[in-house]
Nanobody, 126 residues
């Protein structure tokens, strides 16, 4: 499984960005693709996840109401629409996929994800 994230950039606070993650290889439709981020000096944290089969989603509290995860099954691509961005959203954003089937209660746990994209930098200026 390979993941390729793109779409990061520099944006002013209050602005928007849309990240994309192209996924190739064999993945289970019953699994999510997750979005994580890592700011300098901080641990990698869960942001959002979207399930291939039905588009169901999960979000970290810090991004609820501002970020929207979605997927396009035909393109094998997941998206993270980020609105009302804040300086504290500045980080490298990664998409990731589990190697085996994981249950919903595990979607936010980064150690359940075996495959990671290279990351894309998002910088929000104040």
């Amino acid at each position: 499984v390979q993941l390729q994230a793109s779409g990061g950039g520099l944006v002013q606070a209050g602005g928007s960005l849309r990240l994309s993650c192209a996924v190739s290889g064999r993945t289970s439709r019953h699994n999510p693709t997750g979005w994580f981020r890592q700011a300098p000096g901080k641990e990698r944290e869960f942001v959002a996840a979207v399930k291939w089969a039905d588009g169901s989603t999960m979000y970290a509290d810090s991004v609820k109401g501002r970020f929207t995860a979605s997927r396009d099954n035909a393109k094998n691509t997941v998206y993270l629409q980020m609105d009302t961005l804040k300086p504290e959203d500045t980080a490298v954003y990664f998409c990731a996929a589990p190697g085996g089937t994981i249950i919903r209660s595990s979607w936010a746990g980064r150690h359940y994800y075996d495959y990671w994209g290279q990351g894309t930098q998002v910088t929000v200026s104040s």
